[in-house]
């Protein structure tokens, strides 16, 4: 499911990128893009930055051309009916390959011919002087070095519509299976069922330097002058990578947005198949229906959203909901339930109290009243954070438009990306679902006979494996004193409602950075963290009340505050949001960077000068 998807979940994992500015006009011709370089195949031979990197294509789009490789783009045949974008402006694509790769069985998913890069590049009177680089979702992987497609539509979108150059990269394993893009997993295993240390270094940490050297290396040949301010922007995947890149590589970029993290990898991914365990161990194999996880989800949310005395229809702070179903008479069954009713046993009610709390050792979870899972530092057999009550338990952004990609205690199953985490830790292709492949044993599913003890075994060695086989993959270093002196700035918001990744981890994050450089004031120097109520994982609503109207960031309004930083000295403070346009009731609320919160002062719950950032 994960591979059938990844070009899609690209648009999933994404954040503020500039999809709707209006293009400037301009007399410029693609045949006259550069001063150095021209978009055409002389540029094959002409790039040369180092022995490893090779020019796989070049492709000029005048204005208003299809952008589409081999007659359609990745996104139209994957949606059929979906429009194929056109060029906001004269734009070059060029792909790139950086080497080595990994050797091995051409069918083989450990095999890569390299990192691919692909770059785009608006005409030179177009061009705003910017590097404003994009990360990836999930397992990312796709069609970056690839001339079968183009790689992500909001790249070529960002450079035509804002002028900047742009690039985004497949991390080293494209997995290019006939016609499709493979983003699973199993990459990580060697043929042989080893870890495959080369593709998880390309992953982790390679790629996104390579993606930064050779765009600045490339824009700075095209138009014979340097970039004046390089920034890297992304969420989810590629908010793990912006960190990643504060942390190991801090010359890259002047500034980095890194929205919804994927920092913790496994922890938060090992962690995403708990639920369901849990259904397995808890409630032998059968787990709640849709309509049950909505009840508890909303019942949690009915407990915790007033605020002013009206319901919000989200939860401002889940931090401070201990909302408990097992002591909810309105949710629970009563004897054999009410006719045509959902309604929760006992055994149930305590089944999402745990997945709530999050991953314990021996599957326990506290009462919520004595702890609800919300904390800074993890304490006895808790081992990782679950969602927010309130939040959705089955939907993703993408299955509420697509039906194709499950949250974490979606009755149909586990989201493949923990599974093949899973199987990876205790280097069992078996565990994962049936996509996996390895020439030991392809996936058959067999994570059904976990027990806690099995899984928590898979958690301890995830936390091993990162440091010693994965490249750091963690990406939890707190020490950015090279980022912050080399005069880098971090922004990142995380949601509240955040579907796949627990927003607690993110909290914890931070913490650990405050603690070792000296505080609150040394750490906002640089480092400014946002969270955002009721927002899930890139979708606007990450709860599961569909009537639920939070406010959220504009398309750009974060990347807008970062160069804003950077260029202009400007630091973000309290930044008002509002519900998506359409949307009622419209709700304006402030967020604040943490410590702070939006509190309520007086007067309308659903006007932004009712809360002060305290």
């Not at 009610?349 to 709390?357: D, G, L, P, Q, T």
């Not at 880098?488 to 405050?514: A, F, N």
Request: proline share 7%; glycine share 12%.
């Amino acid at each position: 499911m994960f591979k059938a998807v990844a070009p899609l979940l690209a648009l999933v994992f994404w954040s503020d990128i500039a999809l709707a500015r209006e293009p400037q006009e301009t007399e410029s011709a693609v045949s006259a893009a550069g001063r150095g370089l021209i978009c055409d195949d002389t540029l094959k031979t002409r790039f040369k930055p180092d022995a490893l990197t090779s020019v796989v294509m070049v492709k000029a789009f005048p204005k208003g051309a299809a952008l589409a490789l081999g007659g359609e783009s990745t996104l139209a045949a994957a949606l059929p009916g979906f429009d194929v974008p056109v060029a906001q402006s004269d734009l070059c694509m060029v792909k790139l390959m950086v080497g080595p790769g990994n050797a091995g069985p051409a069918a083989a998913p450990s095999t890569s011919p390299g990192i691919g890069i692909e770059i785009w590049l608006p005409a030179s009177d177009r061009w705003n002087g910017r590097v404003h680089a994009i990360g990836g979702g999930g397992w990312v992987g796709g069609w970056a070095g690839s001339p079968k497609a183009i790689a992500d539509i909001r790249v070529p979108a960002v450079a035509g519509s804002e002028g900047a150059v742009t690039s985004i990269t497949d991390a080293g394993h494209s997995g290019i299976t006939g016609n499709s893009p493979s983003s699973g997993g199993d990459f990580g295993l060697n043929p042989d069922g080893s870890i495959n240390e080369v593709l998880w270094r390309d992953f982790s940490e390679r790629a996104i330097h390579e993606q930064a050297v050779k765009t600045k290396a490339l824009a700075a040949a095209y138009y014979g002058r340097p970039a004046r301010y390089a920034y890297w922007d992304g969420g989810s995947t590629g908010g793990r990578q912006g960190h990643k890149l504060a942390q190991r590589f801090p010359e890259d970029f002047d500034g980095i947005v890194a929205n919804m993290p994927a920092i913790n990898w496994t922890r938060f991914v090992t962690g995403m198949l708990y639920a369901q365990v849990v259904f397995q161990r808890d409630l032998a194999g059968s787990p709640l229906t849709k309509a049950q996880l909505d009840l508890v989800s909303n019942a949690a949310i009915r407990a915790c959203d007033l605020v002013g005395g009206e319901h919000l229809g989200y939860v401002m702070d889940p931090a401070q909901c201990r909302y408990d179903p097992s002591m909810d008479e309105s949710v629970l069954c009563k004897g054999a339930g009410t006719a045509g009713q959902p309604c929760v046993t006992p055994a149930q009610a305590r089944a999402v109290n745990k997945i709530w709390y999050g991953m314990t050792a021996d599957g326990s979870a506290p009462s919520p009243a004595t702890d609800n899972g919300w904390s800074k530092t993890l304490r006895g057999g808790h081992l990782w954070y679950g969602p927010t009550r309130g939040t959705s338990l089955y939907n993703m952004y993408l299955s509420n438009i697509f039906k194709m990609v499950a949250g974490i205690a979606d009755p149909a199953g586990p989201f493949s990306i923990a599974s093949d985490q899973v199987a990876i830790e205790l280097l069992d292709p078996a565990l994962a679902g049936s996509e996996f492949r390895n020439a030991t044993g392809n996936g058959q599913g067999h994570w059904v006979s976990l027990s806690y003890a099995r899984f928590a075994e898979a958690y301890r060695r995830g936390l091993a494996l990162s440091a010693s086989k994965f490249a750091d993959i963690n990406t939890d270093d707190p020490d950015l004193s090279a980022f912050k002196a080399r005069g880098g700035k971090l922004l990142v918001w995380h949601g509240l409602s955040d579907e796949m990744i627990p927003p607690q981890g993110t909290v914890q994050y931070y913490e650990r950075v405050m603690e070792k450089m000296g505080g609150l004031g040394p750490v906002q120097e640089f480092y400014r963290l946002y969270l955002v109520p009721g927002a899930g994982h890139g979708a606007p609503n990450g709860t599961a009340n569909p009537s639920a109207t939070p406010p959220v960031l504009g398309p750009t309004q974060f990347y807008d505050l970062l160069t804003a930083w950077v260029e202009n000295g400007e630091t973000p403070d309290r930044v008002v949001i509002t519900s998506p346009a359409g949307k009622m009731p419209a709700i304006s609320q402030p967020i604040c960077p943490y410590p702070k919160l939006a509190r309520f002062d007086k007067g309308s719950p659903r006007s932004e000068a009712s809360y002060t950032c305290r």
